[in-house]
Every structure is written in structure tokens, then in C-alpha cells.
């Protein structure tokens, strides 16, 4: 394919994934308002990453292939809200882990990710599984050609034990705590 026959599949490409992430967030931040609480969509994915585990500002910045300077505001806001704190590495006053509160955690209990009710949700179902599954394969795939895209899809993968039990594949219990 010529360089000129890629641009309009590139811009295309550019403005659907601006639309999917509007649409995804309107939907988080419609949930959010409903807990009366407003977050930014960097300021909630901080928050489901240290739902998880405890982070410095510089491991969360490799994540999500930001730069430090950019999360500090971030973090200070999740902390006036009292939803995460920075910590302290008595082995290195340079480290400052950052964690989340029982009120974060009780706020990422009450506000999912995504729920049957978005409009994305909504139109991923009407396109069926099989096309829905395609579809992340091939976001997965392009997001591997960015230089962090591997860290940040091993990072982000749902392991595989639980997308089994999410689409009825298995009848375990999720979770074997295991990644590929």
C-alpha cells in the first residue's frame, strides 16, 4: 500500500478511536457524578491501577507512556478527594509510593469500568461477541506497534482464566492468578 492510500485509513483510524474514548468516558464520568464524585478519566485509570498494587508516580507514568510531570496533578487531586496517598520508602526517601484509600477502593466497588448500560457496551453487543472479539484482537495488534504498546497490553490483559469465565467458556472460578 502506497504512503498516500494509508493516510485516509490512518485519519479515519485517529477519529473513531477519539469517538470510542469519548463515548467510554461520558458513560464512566455519567457513573461517577452518580457516586457525586468527579474524576477525569486519567485520574479513575490511576485509581484501577493501584487498586492493585501500590505505584510510584514514575512506574505509572511508564504505563500509561506519560511523563511524570504530567501525573503530579493527577495524584494531588486523588488525594484532596482522599480517594489515594503518597507514601514513603523508608529504604529510599526518593521513592514516594503512591496507594489507594478504602474510599478509593470502595468507589471503584460502586463505579465500574463499564456497565451493560453504555452506549458502547450497547453497540458492542449489537455487533455480536465474535466481531466484538475481533475487533480488540486488532486494537491489541496496533497498539503493539507503539514502542510501551507490549507493556502496556501485557499490563492491561484480562488474563486469560477469567475472559474464559467472562464469555461462558469455562465453569471454574476466575482467577487462577496466573498471566501468559
Do not use: C
Not at 38 to 51: A, C, D, E, H, K
Not at 92 to 119: C, E, F, S, W
Request: hydrophobic share 40%; proline share 6%.
Amino acid at each position: 500500500m502506497q504512503e498516500g492510500e494509508f493516510f485516509p485509513i490512518a485519519a479515519d483510524i485517529q477519529l473513531y478511536a477519539a469517538l470510542l474514548l469519548k463515548f467510554f468516558n461520558q458513560g464512566l464520568e455519567a457513573r461517577l457524578r452518580e457516586q457525586g464524585e468527579t474524576l477525569s478519566s486519567l485520574q479513575y485509570g490511576i485509581l484501577r491501577m493501584l487498586q492493585f498494587e501500590t505505584l510510584t508516580i514514575s512506574e505509572i507514568s511508564q504505563r500509561l507512556g506519560l511523563d511524570p510531570s504530567a501525573l503530579v496533578r493527577a495524584i494531588d487531586a486523588l488525594e484532596r478527594k482522599r480517594l489515594a496517598e503518597r507514601g514513603s520508602d523508608p529504604r529510599d526517601r526518593r521513592r514516594n509510593p503512591v496507594h489507594i484509600t478504602d474510599k478509593g477502593k470502595d468507589l471503584m466497588v460502586a463505579v465500574p469500568i463499564i456497565t451493560p448500560q453504555d452506549p458502547t457496551w450497547q453497540a458492542l453487543a449489537a455487533m455480536g461477541l465474535e466481531t466484538a472479539v475481533q475487533l480488540r484482537n486488532l486494537l491489541r495488534q496496533l497498539i503493539q506497534q507503539f514502542p510501551e504498546g507490549r507493556m502496556v497490553v501485557e499490563i492491561a490483559a484480562i488474563p486469560p482464566d477469567l475472559e474464559q469465565f467472562i464469555l461462558g467458556e469455562q465453569d471454574s472460578e476466575p482467577f487462577s492468578g496466573q498471566r501468559d
